[in-house]
């Protein structure tokens, strides 16, 4: 074991195996360590349940596309279908880590992250539906800023911030009111000089908290994580770094705000 495998196995370990990011030195020290400890064991078979579950949400998104007019309906009866099905696709998880794990300990590893996953789905689908509106994109647009961010955090219920993203190349273009699965969502629509869009994605009542996470889904990035009671999900179509970039801004910004 090198100098360098000494360093101890932490949570961006795990989520970095699931995601296939680790050197080779560093994933053995990883899985020796999975093999030396069920309690990491239990978290990284629930990540990687967790992201089979998001990417199978999604796939029919991508395999069939929706006409744009149809889009906010499919939202809607979609996650009707969600809240039934949850509590059988929470189970059938659990009887799948029994095979590795002592029940005791994945079961919460599990359960916890579920929320952020919904979310993450929610606002990669609703990013989809709008981007590629050309005559209403948004509902609300930049010019009445103040207006928008009133109206949404009256709805919403929590005073929002809106990011200023133009240090990164990303300018406002405006808002728009979203139905959630326990109340409205607000989605904020930016666009760059080469027409790329991107959608920072908020919704209340969210509970715990998450680090930034990763996904992508065909072409759509995405970093979404869960603070003080908020979810928020940045989505677009760029690569992963530049977006990070974005997240952090939007996370800095969000900060003082609260």
Known sequence: MTAGDDRPVGDDDLQAL??????????????????????????????????????????????????????????RAERRRRMLRR???????????????????????????????????????????????????????????????QWLSKRLGRPLTVPDLRSI??????????????????????????GVRLTLYVRVGESGETAFRFVREGRVASFYWIDQGFGYAVSAETDRDRLLRVAEAIYHQIMPAR
């Open 87 to 149: 509590s059988t696709a929470i189970a059938a998880a659990a009887v799948w880590l029994v095979l590795g794990v002592a029940i005791g300990w994945y079961g919460k590893d599990l359960v916890a992250p579920a929320p952020a996953i919904v979310m993450a789905a929610d606002a990669i689908a609703a990013h989809r539906t709008f981007v590629v509106e050309v005559a209403h994109p948004v509902e609300v647009e930049a010019a009445r800023e103040e207006h928008m961010v």
């Open 18 to 75: 699931v995601d296939g990011r680790l050197s080779p030195e560093r994933r053995q020290t990883v899985e020796d360590h999975l093999a030396a400890h069920p309690q990491s064991a239990a978290r990284v078979a629930a990540y990687r349940q967790q992201r089979e579950a998001l990417r199978g949400r999604l796939q029919f998104k991508i395999d069939q596309p929706i006409p744009a007019r149809l889009r906010i309906a499919n939202l």
């Open 169 to 194: 190349g990303f300018r406002l273009m405006g808002g728009r009111l979203l139905p959630a699965a326990d109340g409205p969502a607000a989605q904020f629509m930016y666009d760059d000089d080469r």
